[in-house]
């Protein structure tokens, strides 16, 4: 099995800053792409970013130029920087991680989710 914890999120005021961290730890024996999904009140779940075992990254249009995923291969743990928050950032962050086990099954792990809320 594969758990995901992550940590980070809270209150806080427009145009401030938070970093989510979502450690991996298990039975794992890689993990391929690492990502943050988040969904808010009455809305769809939402792809924020991505990144490869190599450090591509990809990023929802919302939220380029703000948001910075990274990733500690060594420590199993995916991190999101969030620059520039707005009250539109506000929702439940979600951690998810894909690869395979140490019996060499694929799994498709989730976190619990971690709150980040946006107000003055």
């Known amino acids: 099995q594969v758990q995901l914890v992550e940590s980070g999120g809270g209150l806080v005021q427009p145009g401030g800053s938070l970093r989510l961290s979502c450690a991996a730890s298990?039975?794992?024996?890689?993990?391929?792409?690492m990502a943050w999904y988040r969904q808010a009140p009455g809305k769809q779940h939402e792809l924020v970013a991505t990144?490869?075992?190599?450090?591509?990254?990809n990023y929802a249009d919302s939220v380029k130029g703000r948001f910075t995923i990274s990733r500690d291969n060594g420590k199993n743990t995916v991190y999101l920087q969030m620059n520039s928050l707005k009250p539109e950032d506000t929702a439940g962050y979600y951690c998810?991680?894909?690869?395979?086990?140490?019996?060499?099954?694929?799994?498709?792990?989730w976190g619990q989710g971690t709150q980040v809320t946006i107000s003055s």
């Open positions: 998810n991680a894909m690869g395979l086990t140490t019996r060499r099954a694929r799994y498709n792990a």
């Open positions: 298990g039975s794992i024996f890689s993990i391929d792409a």
């Open positions: 990144i490869t075992s190599g450090g591509s990254t």
